[in-house]
């Protein structure tokens, strides 16, 4: 993963932080289930490959607090739907325009993109169901 991020009002930029921003560094969830971790903000793209259904879970921000604005990017590379959720469905919101817009489901090969927008809620984006 890219580091250095978030900056600050006033820092100077070296070149290579600079590059890293416009590449994604990916990382492969063959698994049916994934807790997203700190080294999945920022330009990380996770791509989930199982042939079964899958999950991945979001932690509320007592266990990881996200800064607001982040984003974690999903391809979903497997047969099986993938299903963005929160670890903790009563403290933790995800919300879509998909079908079931509190666990939105990705189908194969569609992306997606969960932004948080506030304290303990995300809303995820792209190719759900």
């Known amino acids: 993963m890219p580091t250095g991020y978030p900056f600050s009002t006033g ?13 994604f560094s990916v990382t492969t969830q063959s698994g049916t289930t994934y807790t997203v971790d700190a080294d999945d903000q ?28 982040t984003t974690i990017t999903f391809i979903n590379t497997g047969a099986g739907d993938l299903t963005i959720d929160a670890v903790t ?21 569609k992306s997606c993109a969960a932004v948080k927008v506030a304290a303990n809620s995300w809303i995820v984006v792209g190719g759900v169901a």
């Open 42 to 69: 920022y330009q990380v793209l996770i791509l989930t490959s199982n042939a079964a259904a899958k999950t991945v879970s979001i932690p509320t921000d007592a266990t990881l607090d996200y800064p607001i604005g």
């Open 89 to 109: 469905p009563g403290t933790t919101t995800i919300n879509s325009a998909g079908a079931t817009s509190t666990a939105p489901v990705v189908a194969q090969w």
């Open 11 to 23: 820092d100077v930029l070296p070149a290579a932080t600079v590059n890293e921003l416009v590449q």
